[in-house]
Nanobody, 126 residues
Framework: QVQLVESGGGLVQAGGSLRLSCAAS????????MAWFRQAPGKEREFVAT???????YYADSVKGRFTISRDNAKNTVYLQMTSLNPEDTAVYYC????????????????????WGQGTQVTVSS
C-alpha cells in the first residue's frame, strides 16, 4: 500500500508558476514510479508527467518544456514544478504511484496506476 498526499495547489495568474508536492508513505518510495495527472471540469483525467525508477521522465506534449517532475527519495516526495501557466492548465492535479515493475512501455493511462492522492486544485486566471 502507498498513501499519497498532494499539496501546493492554489490560484495563480497566467504566466506564473507553482510547485506541487506529493508526500508518500507506506511501501518503499524508491520502489515505485510516480506520476502526475490532472482533471479539468467535465473532462477525463489526463496524464501530465511521470518519473520512472530509472529517473527518466516523460511528459504530455501540452506541458513539455513548461513542467518538470522530480523526486526526492530521502523525503519520500515527488514534485511537479509548473511554469508559464495558462488557463488551460486549470484542473485538479493528482499524484499517482505505479508499483508494477518491468513495463514494456511508459504508462500514461489512469488505470495503470494503483495508488492515488486526493488531488489539489490549481486555478490559473487570465
Amino acid at each position: 500500500q502507498v498513501q499519497l498526499v498532494e499539496s501546493g495547489g492554489g490560484l495563480v495568474q497566467a504566466g506564473g508558476s507553482l510547485r506541487l508536492s506529493c508526500a508518500a508513505s507506506g511501501r518503499t518510495f524508491s520502489s515505485v514510479a510516480m506520476a502526475w495527472f490532472r482533471q479539468a471540469p467535465g473532462k477525463e483525467r489526463e496524464f501530465v508527467a511521470t518519473i520512472r525508477l530509472s529517473g527518466r521522465t516523460y511528459y504530455a506534449d501540452s506541458v513539455k518544456g513548461r513542467f518538470t517532475i522530480s523526486r526526492d527519495n530521502a523525503k519520500n516526495t515527488v514534485y511537479l514544478q509548473m511554469t508559464s501557466l495558462n488557463p488551460e492548465d486549470t484542473a485538479v492535479y493528482y499524484c499517482a504511484a505505479d508499483a508494477v515493475l518491468g513495463r514494456l512501455r511508459v504508462p500514461i493511462l489512469p488505470h495503470e496506476y494503483a495508488y492515488w492522492g486526493q488531488g489539489t486544485q490549481v486555478t490559473v486566471s487570465s
